[in-house]
Every structure is written in structure tokens, then in C-alpha cells.
């Protein structure tokens, strides 16, 4: 059975523009989460989608969204790039809002931003 | 609003030791906690889940503990090997949080040979 898979694995922009991560979800799984990971800062969450609805965000800028489709894959876009967007971006994936549930972890999405 | 700390934040040991990873957390109203692992550049692997009601969670030669009433959760690692040098986080679910996860900022685990 196939894990979170995230695309693509590297990403490089130049400040200002426009990056589009995605993610596919585990078989099965309704909830997608995405995290940041800036080098120093930790995980932060980011979003989290379940049923093609937005659940939650954290403590970061609306130039970051994403959506959930039909099938549960996911997209997150970030505009109007910043240098200090450069991170790995991580996504997860879970059975659902309940509380039992492990989230998944794909590999992650390097983005730079020059 | 939920703080994790992880103590200590890096640590090299010979291998075959046992070893010991801290996490606290301020908020104790947690439904659980999973431990991750984390290799350089990559993702995150879950190695236990624990729930709130659980006190212990045991996978090969690791064991994590959990005392939701202390905030505090350990992991033990036993017989550890150079295959174990990973940077390890803790994560609680709830809390209030809102299904997310909050990390800590991890242990920076090597083994030597």
C-alpha cells in the first residue's frame, strides 16, 4: 500500500512568485495536514483538511492556502514568495478527525526560494 | 496554548547504550502523543502512539511512557544502535489544538560505533 506521497520533491522560485505543493493521502485517509519546517523553527503546523473542508490553520499569513479535493489529494499554495518561505514542507495524512488516529508523514516538499 | 520541550536537544552516545529522551508539555488535556523519527532532510516516520488513557507503548527496543497528569512523556531506547542516530520529536494531539499535531523541537541523536 502505497504512503503519503508529496510532489515534487524540490522546489526552487524566486522571491514573488507563486509555488503549488501537492499531496496524496494514504488510501483511505480523509484528514491532510501541512506542516513547515524552517530551519531552526521546528514543525509548524500550517492547515489541516478533512472532507474536502479547512479545519484549522496556524499562525501563518493568508498568502498561504490550499484546498482538498474530491479524491482527498491536496494542494498548498504560497504567494508571493518570501526568502523566509524556504523550508521543508511536510505533509500528513490521518483516518479522520478523531483523536486515536497516527497521522502519516510523506518525505516532504524542498522548497527554496532565491 | 500548547509548549513542547525536548531535553536534551542532542546527544551522542557509544552504541549499545540505553538511553533516555524527555518531552514535556504544558497543557495536559492531551487524547495522545506519538513520538516521531526524523532523518536528515527527510520525513517523519511514527514510531508510537500512545493514547491518554495508556501508560506505556512498547515497539522492539523502544518503549515510551506517558504521565498526561506531569506533561511528560519518555522515550527508552535499549541496546541502541548506529542505525538509531535520527533526530527524535514528540508530538501531543489536543490540548487545544484543533487536530494538528505540536512538535517539539527534537533530540539529535547519534550513535557511535
Known amino acids: 500500500e502505497a504512503g503519503v506521497t508529496q510532489s515534487p520533491t524540490h522546489l526552487i522560485k524566486t522571491r514573488g512568485q507563486q509555488a503549488t505543493l501537492r499531496c496524496s493521502p494514504i488510501?483511505?485517509?480523509?484528514?491532510v495536514y501541512w506542516y513547515q519546517q524552517a530551519l531552526g523553527l521546528g514543525l509548524q503546523f500550517l492547515l489541516w483538511y478533512d472532507e474536502g473542508e479547512e479545519r484549522n490553520r496556524g499562525n501563518f499569513p493568508p498568502r498561504f492556502s490550499g484546498r482538498q479535493f474530491p479524491n482527498y489529494s491536496s494542494e498548498l499554495n504560497v504567494n508571493a514568495l518570501e526568502l523566509e518561505d524556504s523550508a521543508l514542507y511536510l505533509c500528513?495524512?490521518?483516518?479522520?478527525?478523531?483523536?486515536?488516529?497516527?497521522?502519516?508523514f510523506g518525505a516532504g516538499t524542498r522548497l527554496s526560494v532565491l | 496554548k500548547q509548549e513542547v520541550t525536548q531535553i536534551p536537544a542532542a546527544l551522542s552516545v557509544p552504541e549499545g547504550e540505553n538511553l533516555v529522551l524527555n518531552c514535556s508539555f504544558t497543557?495536559?488535556?492531551?487524547?495522545?502523543l506519538q513520538w516521531f523519527r526524523q532523518d536528515p532532510g527527510k520525513g517523519l516516520t511514527s514510531l508510537l502512539l500512545i493514547q491518554s488513557s495508556q501508560r506505556e507503548q512498547t515497539s522492539g527496543r523502544l518503549n515510551a511512557s506517558l504521565d498526561k497528569s506531569s506533561g511528560r512523556s519518555t522515550l527508552y531506547i535499549a541496546a541502541s544502535q548506529p542505525g538509531d542516530s535520527a533526530t527524535y520529536l514528540c508530538?501531543?494531539?489536543?490540548?487545544?489544538?484543533?487536530?494538528?499535531?505540536?512538535f517539539g523541537k527534537g533530540t539529535k541523536l547519534s550513535v557511535k560505533p
Open positions: 497543557d495536559s488535556a492531551i487524547y495522545n
Open positions: 508530538a501531543p494531539w489536543g490540548g487545544g489544538s484543533q487536530g494538528n499535531l505540536i
Open positions: 488510501s483511505g485517509h480523509t484528514s
Open positions: 500528513a495524512s490521518s483516518l479522520g478527525k478523531i483523536a486515536k488516529n497516527i497521522q502519516y
